[in-house]
């Protein structure tokens, strides 16, 4: 059984970067399509970024393409979402998943869920 871990939250100004950390204990993640959501106070948990067993294959939701950028390093048993030009609307707790098969982009495709990062963007 995966556990993972989130990290790398913190509070930051309105354009700032933060990058965090999603590292796995128990078993490897190798081989295995990892994502990232976030759930803002109030709202739904919203799908933000898919990465692929090897890397090679990402998804990212419209709101922060070009901004947030995945990656995994698979000799570390992590995952990483790098964050850049940070505004008010990304606030929220940030999640990792293990995909477990169906559509990439809802929750419902995941397990092994962390209990999240928060990440507060300061105007």
């Known amino acids: 059984q995966v556990q993972v871990v989130e990290s790398g939250g913190g509070v930051v100004q309105v354009g700032g970067s933060l990058t965090l950390s999603c590292a796995a204990s128990?078993?490897?993640?190798?081989?295995?399509?990892m994502g990232w959501f976030r759930q803002a106070p109030g709202k739904e948990r919203e799908f933000v970024a898919f990465?692929?067993?090897?890397?090679?294959?990402?998804h990212y939701s419209n709101s922060v393409e070009g901004r947030f950028t995945t990656h995994r390093d698979n000799a570390k048993n992590a995952v990483s979402l790098q964050m850049n030009n940070l505004i008010p609307e990304d606030t929220a707790v940030y999640s990792c998943?293990?995909?477990?098969?169906?559509?990439?982009?809802?929750?419902?495709?995941?397990?092994?869920w962390g209990r999240g990062t928060q990440v507060t963007v300061s105007s």
């Open positions: 998943a293990v995909f477990n098969g169906g559509t990439y982009f809802s929750d419902k495709a995941y397990n092994n």
């Open positions: 128990g078993r490897t993640i190798r081989g295995y399509n």
């Open positions: 990465i692929n067993w090897n890397g090679e294959n990402t």
